[in-house]
């Protein structure tokens, strides 16, 4: 019911920077958005956790990416967004943005919702 879609994605120099945009968007019923995460992917690796960010703004991030990868949101928007800095080739991955929906009707329940990827790419 809740869509995810992703931007911001892109081929990049090393020491780059790039600026990831998730927006959640939903019809048909109330919804809140919980948490929400930025997760990669790279070609043979398993998926794994860059950055994370609560309703309320605590943040928590990889140990790889720690001081030059910034998670925010704008909760009026229901946007993420992932500021990448001194990017280096090993950040080339597909990277996926998620959150913990809330419904409310016809009983309250909460689900994870992925959005379809955007690729990032540092080669020069």
């Known amino acids: 019911q809740v869509q995810l879609v992703e931007s911001g994605g892109g081929l990049v120099r090393p020491g780059g920077s790039l600026r990831l945009s998730c927006a959640a968007s939903g019809s048909g019923s109330i919804f809140s958005i919980n948490a929400m995460g930025w997760y990669r992917q790279a070609p043979g690796n398993q998926r794994e956790l860059v950055a994370t960010?609560?309703?309320?703004?605590?943040?928590n991030y990889a140990d790889s990416v720690k001081g030059r990868f910034t998670i925010s949101r704008d909760n009026a928007k229901n946007t993420v967004y992932l500021q990448m800095n001194s990017l280096k080739p090993e950040d080339t991955a597909v990277y996926y943005c998620?959150?913990?929906?809330?419904?409310?009707?016809?009983?309250?329940?909460?689900?994870?919702?992925w959005g379809q990827g955007t690729q990032v790419t540092v080669s020069s």
């Open positions: 998620n959150a913990e929906v809330t419904y409310y009707s016809p009983y309250r329940r909460t689900f994870g919702s």
């Open positions: 960010i609560t309703s309320g703004g605590s943040t």
